[in-house]
Protein backbone atom coordinates (compact mmCIF):
# COMPACT_ATOMS: atom_id res chain seq x y z
CA UNK A 1 0.00 0.00 0.00
CA UNK A 2 1.50 3.26 -1.03
CA UNK A 3 1.65 6.10 1.66
CA UNK A 4 3.85 8.67 0.52
CA UNK A 5 0.88 10.50 -1.34
CA UNK A 6 -1.25 10.00 1.66
CA UNK A 7 -3.81 7.93 -0.86
CA UNK A 8 -3.07 4.56 1.73
CA UNK A 9 -3.84 6.85 5.01
CA UNK A 10 -6.85 8.56 3.54
CA UNK A 11 -8.74 5.14 2.40
CA UNK A 12 -7.20 3.77 6.05
CA UNK A 13 -8.83 6.90 7.82
CA UNK A 14 -12.24 6.50 5.26
CA UNK A 15 -12.72 2.66 6.29
CA UNK A 16 -11.96 3.56 10.00
CA UNK A 17 -14.63 6.19 9.99
CA UNK A 18 -17.09 4.28 8.24
CA UNK A 19 -16.83 0.70 10.83
CA UNK A 20 -17.21 3.60 13.49
CA UNK A 21 -20.47 4.76 11.29
CA UNK A 22 -21.76 1.33 11.51
CA UNK A 23 -20.74 1.10 15.37
CA UNK A 24 -23.20 4.15 16.05
CA UNK A 25 -25.62 2.82 13.59
CA UNK A 26 -26.17 -0.35 15.79
CA UNK A 27 -25.91 1.95 19.36
CA UNK A 28 -29.16 3.68 17.60
CA UNK A 29 -30.63 1.12 16.01
CA UNK A 30 -29.78 -2.51 17.52
CA UNK A 31 -30.97 -5.06 16.56
CA UNK A 32 -30.40 -4.45 12.99
CA UNK A 33 -29.75 -5.90 9.77
CA UNK A 34 -27.05 -5.25 6.98
CA UNK A 35 -29.74 -3.63 4.95
CA UNK A 36 -30.62 -1.95 7.88
CA UNK A 37 -27.19 -0.24 8.46
CA UNK A 38 -26.45 0.52 4.67
CA UNK A 39 -29.53 2.86 4.66
CA UNK A 40 -28.40 4.30 8.06
CA UNK A 41 -25.36 5.17 7.28
CA UNK A 42 -25.40 5.84 3.39
CA UNK A 43 -23.12 2.90 2.36
CA UNK A 44 -23.56 0.33 -0.18
CA UNK A 45 -24.32 -2.69 0.68
CA UNK A 46 -20.42 -4.33 -0.70
CA UNK A 47 -19.37 -1.98 1.86
CA UNK A 48 -21.36 -2.90 5.03
CA UNK A 49 -20.82 -6.40 4.10
CA UNK A 50 -17.15 -6.05 4.30
CA UNK A 51 -17.24 -3.64 6.94
CA UNK A 52 -19.60 -6.33 9.32
CA UNK A 53 -16.82 -9.21 8.65
CA UNK A 54 -14.13 -7.15 10.17
CA UNK A 55 -16.30 -6.08 13.34
CA UNK A 56 -17.07 -9.55 13.83
CA UNK A 57 -13.39 -10.65 14.06
CA UNK A 58 -12.59 -7.79 16.09
CA UNK A 59 -15.09 -9.02 18.56
CA UNK A 60 -17.39 -5.65 18.11
CA UNK A 61 -20.03 -7.23 17.47
CA UNK A 62 -22.75 -10.11 17.48
CA UNK A 63 -25.61 -11.54 15.73
CA UNK A 64 -29.07 -11.99 17.56
CA UNK A 65 -31.13 -14.21 15.64
CA UNK A 66 -32.94 -13.79 12.36
CA UNK A 67 -35.88 -10.92 11.28
CA UNK A 68 -39.28 -13.23 11.37
CA UNK A 69 -41.24 -10.46 9.94
CA UNK A 70 -43.26 -12.03 6.91
CA UNK A 71 -40.51 -11.00 4.42
CA UNK A 72 -40.29 -12.68 1.35
CA UNK A 73 -36.82 -14.44 0.83
CA UNK A 74 -34.60 -15.68 3.53
CA UNK A 75 -34.90 -13.84 6.79
CA UNK A 76 -32.11 -11.03 7.49
CA UNK A 77 -29.62 -12.15 10.20
CA UNK A 78 -29.75 -9.29 12.71
CA UNK A 79 -26.47 -7.69 14.65
CA UNK A 80 -25.97 -6.21 17.51
CA UNK A 81 -23.03 -4.65 19.21
CA UNK A 82 -21.58 -7.35 21.53
CA UNK A 83 -21.17 -6.11 25.74
CA UNK A 84 -17.95 -7.86 25.61
CA UNK A 85 -16.81 -6.07 22.51
CA UNK A 86 -14.58 -3.40 24.63
CA UNK A 87 -14.92 -2.27 28.16
CA UNK A 88 -13.83 1.15 29.97
CA UNK A 89 -13.22 2.56 33.40
CA UNK A 90 -14.45 5.53 34.63
CA UNK A 91 -13.56 8.46 37.99
CA UNK A 92 -15.52 11.05 38.58
CA UNK A 93 -13.72 13.50 40.92
CA UNK A 94 -16.57 15.54 42.81
CA UNK A 95 -16.23 18.08 45.50
CA UNK A 96 -18.07 16.19 47.43
CA UNK A 97 -17.22 12.71 46.50
CA UNK A 98 -15.10 10.06 44.53
CA UNK A 99 -17.25 7.45 42.15
CA UNK A 100 -15.21 4.53 39.92
CA UNK A 101 -17.10 2.53 37.60
CA UNK A 102 -16.46 -0.33 35.51
CA UNK A 103 -18.80 -0.47 31.62
CA UNK A 104 -18.93 -2.84 29.17
CA UNK A 105 -19.42 -1.79 25.13
CA UNK A 106 -23.08 -1.69 25.70
CA UNK A 107 -22.94 0.75 28.65
CA UNK A 108 -23.32 -1.38 31.42
CA UNK A 109 -22.28 -0.69 35.01
CA UNK A 110 -20.45 -4.05 35.88
CA UNK A 111 -18.83 -2.89 39.42
CA UNK A 112 -18.68 0.42 41.01
CA UNK A 113 -17.20 2.09 44.25
CA UNK A 114 -17.84 5.28 45.96
CA UNK A 115 -16.11 7.42 48.50
CA UNK A 116 -19.62 9.92 49.74
CA UNK A 117 -17.84 12.92 51.64
CA UNK A 118 -15.65 15.67 50.80
CA UNK A 119 -13.16 15.48 48.69
CA UNK A 120 -9.97 14.61 50.02
CA UNK A 121 -6.08 15.92 49.14
CA UNK A 122 -4.95 14.31 45.65
CA UNK A 123 -2.34 12.12 47.04
CA UNK A 124 -5.12 10.49 48.76
CA UNK A 125 -7.47 10.74 46.11
CA UNK A 126 -4.58 8.85 44.00
CA UNK A 127 -4.19 5.93 46.15
CA UNK A 128 -7.98 5.42 46.81
CA UNK A 129 -8.85 5.26 42.88
CA UNK A 130 -6.01 3.37 42.13
CA UNK A 131 -6.84 0.65 44.42
CA UNK A 132 -10.18 0.81 43.13
CA UNK A 133 -9.77 0.07 40.00
CA UNK A 134 -6.75 -2.42 40.77
CA UNK A 135 -10.11 -4.28 42.32
CA UNK A 136 -12.02 -3.73 38.90
CA UNK A 137 -9.08 -5.05 36.94
CA UNK A 138 -9.10 -8.15 38.92
CA UNK A 139 -12.72 -8.63 37.68
CA UNK A 140 -11.84 -8.88 34.03
CA UNK A 141 -10.15 -11.95 32.55
CA UNK A 142 -6.76 -11.54 30.48
CA UNK A 143 -8.61 -11.71 27.13
CA UNK A 144 -11.19 -8.73 28.28
CA UNK A 145 -8.20 -6.81 30.25
CA UNK A 146 -6.76 -6.64 26.22
CA UNK A 147 -9.98 -5.10 25.47
CA UNK A 148 -9.70 -2.26 27.80
CA UNK A 149 -10.28 1.35 25.97
CA UNK A 150 -8.62 2.92 28.97
CA UNK A 151 -9.20 4.94 32.20
CA UNK A 152 -11.36 7.88 32.10
CA UNK A 153 -11.30 10.82 34.49
CA UNK A 154 -14.38 13.40 34.76
CA UNK A 155 -13.90 16.36 37.23
CA UNK A 156 -14.65 20.10 37.58
CA UNK A 157 -11.44 21.61 35.92
CA UNK A 158 -11.40 24.35 38.67
CA UNK A 159 -12.22 22.16 41.50
CA UNK A 160 -10.52 25.29 44.05
CA UNK A 161 -12.83 27.98 43.08
CA UNK A 162 -15.91 28.87 44.12
CA UNK A 163 -16.06 27.68 47.53
CA UNK A 164 -17.37 30.23 49.54
CA UNK A 165 -20.54 30.09 46.92
CA UNK A 166 -20.42 26.49 47.90
CA UNK A 167 -19.73 26.70 51.54
CA UNK A 168 -16.44 24.08 51.26
CA UNK A 169 -13.05 24.25 52.92
CA UNK A 170 -10.43 26.06 51.04
CA UNK A 171 -7.45 24.01 52.51
CA UNK A 172 -9.01 21.32 51.09
CA UNK A 173 -9.36 21.98 47.59
CA UNK A 174 -6.57 24.27 46.94
CA UNK A 175 -3.58 21.95 46.36
CA UNK A 176 -6.11 20.31 43.45
CA UNK A 177 -5.42 23.22 40.97
CA UNK A 178 -2.15 22.20 40.85
CA UNK A 179 -2.26 18.93 40.23
CA UNK A 180 -2.32 16.69 36.99
CA UNK A 181 -4.84 13.97 38.27
CA UNK A 182 -4.87 12.24 34.88
CA UNK A 183 -1.48 12.20 34.73
CA UNK A 184 -0.49 10.87 37.83
CA UNK A 185 -3.18 8.69 37.71
CA UNK A 186 -1.69 7.70 34.23
CA UNK A 187 2.22 7.16 35.61
CA UNK A 188 0.96 4.76 38.67
CA UNK A 189 -1.56 2.76 36.35
CA UNK A 190 0.62 2.88 33.27
CA UNK A 191 -2.75 2.78 31.09
CA UNK A 192 -3.98 5.22 28.67
CA UNK A 193 -5.98 7.74 30.57
CA UNK A 194 -8.87 10.28 29.12
CA UNK A 195 -9.43 13.33 30.58
CA UNK A 196 -12.42 15.71 30.69
CA UNK A 197 -14.70 18.58 32.10
CA UNK A 198 -17.32 16.60 34.49
CA UNK A 199 -19.65 18.27 32.35
CA UNK A 200 -18.66 17.05 28.91
CA UNK A 201 -17.96 14.08 30.26
CA UNK A 202 -21.72 13.16 31.48
CA UNK A 203 -22.76 15.01 28.03
CA UNK A 204 -20.59 12.44 26.12
CA UNK A 205 -22.28 9.50 27.90
CA UNK A 206 -25.80 11.26 27.07
CA UNK A 207 -24.37 11.15 23.28
CA UNK A 208 -23.17 7.74 22.97
CA UNK A 209 -25.73 5.80 25.43
CA UNK A 210 -28.42 7.75 25.67
CA UNK A 211 -30.92 10.70 24.35
CA UNK A 212 -27.82 11.08 21.90
CA UNK A 213 -28.95 7.98 20.00
CA UNK A 214 -32.05 9.83 19.07
CA UNK A 215 -30.98 13.67 18.87
CA UNK A 216 -27.35 15.46 17.78
CA UNK A 217 -28.11 18.52 19.58
CA UNK A 218 -29.15 19.59 22.79
CA UNK A 219 -27.90 21.50 25.75
CA UNK A 220 -26.85 19.07 28.94
CA UNK A 221 -27.49 20.12 32.55
CA UNK A 222 -26.25 18.09 35.40
CA UNK A 223 -27.17 19.19 39.20
CA UNK A 224 -24.54 18.01 41.67
CA UNK A 225 -22.77 19.59 44.05
CA UNK A 226 -22.56 22.61 41.87
CA UNK A 227 -24.13 22.80 38.34
CA UNK A 228 -22.45 21.82 35.24
CA UNK A 229 -22.84 21.36 31.59
CA UNK A 230 -22.40 20.60 28.32
CA UNK A 231 -23.33 21.33 24.48
CA UNK A 232 -23.68 18.43 22.15
CA UNK A 233 -23.97 19.88 17.87
CA UNK A 234 -23.62 17.38 15.30
CA UNK A 235 -22.85 14.26 17.39
CA UNK A 236 -20.25 15.77 19.28
CA UNK A 237 -19.51 17.55 22.34
CA UNK A 238 -18.11 21.21 22.28
CA UNK A 239 -14.87 21.71 24.26
CA UNK A 240 -14.21 25.45 23.56
CA UNK A 241 -10.48 27.42 24.09
CA UNK A 242 -10.00 26.20 27.31
CA UNK A 243 -12.68 23.21 27.60
CA UNK A 244 -15.26 25.41 29.24
CA UNK A 245 -17.54 25.05 27.15
CA UNK A 246 -21.10 24.66 28.49
CA UNK A 247 -20.26 25.37 31.62
CA UNK A 248 -23.55 26.95 32.44
CA UNK A 249 -22.64 27.66 36.20
CA UNK A 250 -20.83 30.29 36.24
CA UNK A 251 -23.28 32.76 33.68
CA UNK A 252 -23.79 35.60 35.94
CA UNK A 253 -26.76 36.14 38.06
CA UNK A 254 -28.82 38.13 40.06
CA UNK A 255 -28.20 37.09 44.19
CA UNK A 256 -30.84 35.26 45.69
CA UNK A 257 -33.22 36.14 47.84
CA UNK A 258 -32.84 33.36 50.54
CA UNK A 259 -31.75 34.20 53.72
CA UNK A 260 -29.31 31.45 53.84
CA UNK A 261 -27.23 32.79 50.70
CA UNK A 262 -24.21 34.42 51.65
CA UNK A 263 -24.05 37.80 49.17
CA UNK A 264 -21.89 38.40 46.52
CA UNK A 265 -19.00 40.88 46.73
CA UNK A 266 -20.38 42.58 44.09
CA UNK A 267 -23.76 43.62 42.08
CA UNK A 268 -23.94 40.08 40.43
CA UNK A 269 -23.51 36.35 41.71
CA UNK A 270 -23.01 33.11 39.50
CA UNK A 271 -25.71 30.35 38.54
CA UNK A 272 -24.23 27.56 40.94
CA UNK A 273 -24.19 29.97 44.38
CA UNK A 274 -28.49 29.65 43.64
CA UNK A 275 -28.50 26.28 40.90
CA UNK A 276 -26.88 23.71 43.15
CA UNK A 277 -27.29 20.91 45.74
CA UNK A 278 -24.73 22.48 47.88
CA UNK A 279 -27.19 25.93 47.66
CA UNK A 280 -29.94 23.46 48.66
CA UNK A 281 -28.49 21.75 51.49
CA UNK A 282 -27.22 25.12 52.60
CA UNK A 283 -30.91 26.21 52.77
CA UNK A 284 -31.74 23.01 54.68
CA UNK A 285 -29.42 23.51 56.99
CA UNK A 286 -30.57 27.15 57.52
CA UNK A 287 -34.04 26.08 58.43
CA UNK A 288 -32.99 23.58 60.78
CA UNK A 289 -32.99 20.31 58.94
CA UNK A 290 -30.39 17.44 58.59
CA UNK A 291 -29.34 16.77 55.15
CA UNK A 292 -25.20 15.74 55.79
CA UNK A 293 -25.30 12.99 52.82
CA UNK A 294 -27.19 11.59 49.74
CA UNK A 295 -29.08 9.91 52.04
CA UNK A 296 -30.46 12.52 54.12
CA UNK A 297 -30.90 15.12 51.28
CA UNK A 298 -33.23 12.56 49.48
CA UNK A 299 -35.14 12.35 52.75
CA UNK A 300 -35.93 15.70 52.84
CA UNK A 301 -37.13 16.18 49.30
CA UNK A 302 -39.24 13.09 49.62
CA UNK A 303 -40.93 14.47 52.75
CA UNK A 304 -41.38 17.63 50.82
CA UNK A 305 -40.35 20.10 53.07
CA UNK A 306 -41.20 23.99 52.80
CA UNK A 307 -37.51 24.72 52.39
CA UNK A 308 -36.97 22.65 49.17
CA UNK A 309 -39.86 23.83 47.80
CA UNK A 310 -38.61 27.79 48.79
CA UNK A 311 -35.17 26.27 47.08
CA UNK A 312 -36.86 24.81 44.07
CA UNK A 313 -38.84 28.62 43.65
CA UNK A 314 -34.77 30.19 44.15
CA UNK A 315 -33.17 27.65 41.80
CA UNK A 316 -35.44 28.16 38.68
CA UNK A 317 -36.15 31.95 39.14
CA UNK A 318 -32.24 32.20 38.49
CA UNK A 319 -31.25 29.01 36.09
CA UNK A 320 -34.60 29.82 33.40
CA UNK A 321 -33.62 33.60 32.62
CA UNK A 322 -29.80 32.06 31.68
CA UNK A 323 -31.33 28.90 30.49
CA UNK A 324 -32.88 31.05 28.15
CA UNK A 325 -29.99 33.25 27.17
CA UNK A 326 -28.05 29.89 26.48
CA UNK A 327 -30.82 29.34 23.88
CA UNK A 328 -30.94 32.43 22.14
CA UNK A 329 -27.14 31.42 21.02
CA UNK A 330 -27.64 27.52 20.07
CA UNK A 331 -30.46 26.56 18.88
CA UNK A 332 -31.43 23.20 19.71
CA UNK A 333 -34.62 21.09 20.22
CA UNK A 334 -34.09 19.37 23.36
CA UNK A 335 -32.77 20.66 27.19
CA UNK A 336 -31.51 17.09 29.07
CA UNK A 337 -31.14 17.62 32.67
CA UNK A 338 -30.51 15.16 35.49
CA UNK A 339 -29.43 15.37 39.02
CA UNK A 340 -27.19 13.45 41.58
CA UNK A 341 -30.19 12.83 43.61
CA UNK A 342 -34.08 12.60 42.85
CA UNK A 343 -37.04 11.73 45.54
CA UNK A 344 -39.17 13.75 42.87
CA UNK A 345 -36.72 16.79 42.47
CA UNK A 346 -35.17 16.04 39.12
CA UNK A 347 -39.19 15.87 37.72
CA UNK A 348 -40.25 19.27 39.69
CA UNK A 349 -37.33 20.69 38.48
CA UNK A 350 -38.04 19.35 34.70
CA UNK A 351 -41.96 19.89 35.03
CA UNK A 352 -41.45 23.73 36.11
CA UNK A 353 -38.47 24.76 33.91
CA UNK A 354 -40.86 23.57 31.18
CA UNK A 355 -43.72 25.84 32.09
CA UNK A 356 -41.45 29.04 33.46
CA UNK A 357 -39.50 28.68 29.52
CA UNK A 358 -42.86 28.55 28.17
CA UNK A 359 -44.35 31.29 29.58
CA UNK A 360 -41.08 33.51 29.01
CA UNK A 361 -40.21 32.41 25.43
CA UNK A 362 -39.78 35.47 22.99
CA UNK A 363 -42.34 36.31 20.18
CA UNK A 364 -41.43 33.80 17.41
CA UNK A 365 -39.67 31.84 19.56
CA UNK A 366 -40.50 28.51 21.04
CA UNK A 367 -39.33 26.41 23.58
CA UNK A 368 -37.51 23.20 23.49
CA UNK A 369 -38.26 19.54 25.01
CA UNK A 370 -37.19 19.28 28.64
CA UNK A 371 -36.65 15.47 29.30
CA UNK A 372 -34.65 13.96 32.17
CA UNK A 373 -31.59 12.57 31.63
CA UNK A 374 -30.64 9.05 31.12
CA UNK A 375 -28.20 7.99 34.24
CA UNK A 376 -29.45 10.01 37.15
CA UNK A 377 -26.17 9.97 40.32
CA UNK A 378 -24.08 7.48 37.57
CA UNK A 379 -23.74 10.16 34.64
CA UNK A 380 -20.43 11.25 35.64
CA UNK A 381 -19.12 8.20 35.85
CA UNK A 382 -20.60 6.83 33.16
CA UNK A 383 -19.60 9.45 31.83
CA UNK A 384 -15.69 8.93 32.50
CA UNK A 385 -16.14 5.45 31.04
CA UNK A 386 -17.77 6.73 28.23
CA UNK A 387 -14.72 8.85 27.42
CA UNK A 388 -12.08 5.92 26.38
CA UNK A 389 -15.00 4.11 24.64
CA UNK A 390 -16.15 7.21 22.37
CA UNK A 391 -12.39 8.49 21.60
CA UNK A 392 -11.87 4.45 20.24
CA UNK A 393 -15.55 3.96 18.49
CA UNK A 394 -17.22 7.20 17.36
CA UNK A 395 -17.04 8.70 14.43
CA UNK A 396 -17.36 12.04 15.75
CA UNK A 397 -14.39 11.74 18.00
CA UNK A 398 -11.91 14.08 16.26
CA UNK A 399 -11.31 16.83 18.14
CA UNK A 400 -11.61 14.81 21.89
CA UNK A 401 -8.08 14.37 22.25
CA UNK A 402 -7.32 17.87 23.77
CA UNK A 403 -6.45 16.64 27.37
CA UNK A 404 -4.36 13.16 26.09
CA UNK A 405 -1.02 12.98 26.22
CA UNK A 406 0.20 11.90 22.17
CA UNK A 407 1.67 8.58 23.56
CA UNK A 408 -1.23 7.99 25.66
CA UNK A 409 -3.73 8.66 22.10
CA UNK A 410 -1.53 6.87 20.31
CA UNK A 411 -1.94 3.54 21.93
CA UNK A 412 -5.35 4.18 22.98
CA UNK A 413 -6.31 4.07 19.39
Not at 25 to 54: F, M, Y
Not at 73 to 101: C, H, M, N, W, Y
Not at 180 to 200: H, I, Q, Y
Not at 378 to 397: E, H, K, V, Y
Request: aromatic share 6%; charged share 20%; proline share 6%.
Amino acid sequence: MKTSSGRGSNSANVRRYNERLLLQALRRTEPASKADLARHANLTSTAVGSIVESLGKAGLIEYSGRRLDGQRGQPASLIKLDPRGAFGIGVRLDRTGIETVLVNFAGDVLARSALDSVLPHPDVALKIVTRDIGKMLDLLSAAERDRLAGIGIAQPFNLGSWLRELGLPADTFRAWDNTDFADALGRALALPVFSENDGNAAATAELFYGHGRGCDDFIYLFLGSAIGGGIAIDGDCLRGASGNAGDIGVIPVPPSRLPSAPQPNGQWDILLSRASLNALVRHLHYRGASADNRVDLQACIERRLPAVGEWIDDCVEALAPALRATLCVLDVPMVVIDSDIDGGLLDALVERLAVTMAASAPEARGTPAFVRGTFGPDAGAIGAATLPMFFNFSPRAGVRHAGIKPQEANHAA
